[in-house]
């Protein structure tokens, strides 16, 4: 592999979808800390796959055609008020359409359906799966730039700007952050929380944008190239990037917050609409073998899709 491949492939996970691996990852795992102890031991047991599996979303979508729309909403492609439930909106503007500009929040909607459904079937698996790829959505819909059609800064000279802000960010000052969010809460409406997600959101994307266009105004050196192992790659230059953080006055800090506390409160309120069923009795259950497989066979399919995609290949 030649140098400048090497820089290719590796800057690339600086423009990746969501939060990032990183990013992800940490929603999910400080959610579990968030669920009552009827909860908490079933989740603390499996926070490892809780974690693992966060990032599955981002893995399918190279490789599944229908993945892609799940992680966004491009509310500025839109004139008229968008329906808030799934039907109605395809009633109004067709699925392709819908499709076209995103459905994360109308995702959120489902998979929460999804995971209220598993914990009264009692399938422990099914509870896991989804409550992993439920966090995803939800951070992804926490994300300003997932809500615009400008979400990598490419219809305003700011090409990269969406690495910047969900990955490059949260890498360099995480442990800065405060994550005590406070317990998880019973959710009313689903619908109607994650559409005010969502709407936040994206009254975020001007200062997400503005901010960064006036620091590369001032002529501050954007990027700069470190060294990791044997690899040299090319980032967003740490006092750039120091400076535009703070900049946004703790906006990434928020929205990461806002993620872990929706992620609980939706998995707490699944389990209390399905009737709170005793999670304890699975503590010392095992992966069975056809699970082990399934795991195995979505790995392979990240690492085959990953390795032909092309950069900035996505929302």
């Known amino acids: 592999m030649t140098r400048g491949l090497k820089v290719l492939l ?17 929603i999910n795992r400080l959610a579990v800390f968030c669920l009552p102890v009827e909860m908490s031991g079933f989740y603390k047991k499996n ?6 599996t966060s ?25 008229d008020t968008l329906p808030k439930h799934w039907s109605a909106a395809v009633e109004r503007f067709g699925e392709d359409s819908l499709s076209k500009h ?14 209220r459904e ?39 000279g700011q090409t990269g700007i969406h690495g910047l802000w969900e ?12 994550f005590y969010v406070g317990p998880a809460s019973y959710v009313d409406n689903p619908t109607d929380m994650i559409w005010k997600v969502i709407e936040e959101s994206h ?32 980032v967003y230059d740490l006092a750039f990037s120091r400076k535009y953080h703070e900049h946004l006055s703790g906006m990434v800090e928020r929205r990461i ?27 010392d259950r095992q992966p069975t073998a056809e699970e082990l497989k399934i795991r195995a066979d979505e790995l392979a399919l990240w690492k085959k899709a990953n390795f032909s995609r092309e950069e900035g290949d996505h929302h």
């Not at 590796?10 to 940490?26: A, E, M, N, R, T």
């Not at 190279?62 to 491009?74: G, K, L, N, S």
């Open 203 to 234: 009254l975020a994307v001007d200062s997400v944008l503005r901010r960064e266009r006036e620091l590369a105004a001032v002529q501050l050196t954007r990027f700069s190239y470190e060294t990791k192992g044997k690899q040299t790659i090319r």
């Open 118 to 156: 598993a914990f009264m079937l009692n399938d422990p698996a099914r509870i896991l799966k989804v409550s992993a790829e439920l966090g995803h959505y939800v951070g992804d819909a926490h994300v300003p730039l997932h809500t615009t059609r400008n979400y990598n800064g490419q219809l305003t």
């Open 47 to 52: 926070i490892r796959y809780l974690i693992e």
């Open 257 to 283: 917050r806002a993620s872990v506390k929706a992620t609980a409160d939706l998995w707490f309120t699944a389990w209390v609409d399905a009737g709170q069923p005793d999670l304890n009795k699975w503590m």
């Open 167 to 178: 990955s490059r960010l949260p890498e360099l000052f995480f442990n800065n952050y405060d």
């Open 10 to 26: 590796v800057l690339c996970i600086y423009i990746s979808p969501g939060w990032g691996f990183f990013g992800h990852q940490q």
């Open 102 to 115: 995103g459905i994360v929040p109308w995702h959120v909607v489902s998979m929460y359906y999804r995971l």
């Open 55 to 79: 990032t599955h979303p981002d893995e399918r979508r190279y490789a599944v055609a229908a993945e892609a729309p799940r992680h966004f909403i491009d509310l500025d492609a839109y004139t």
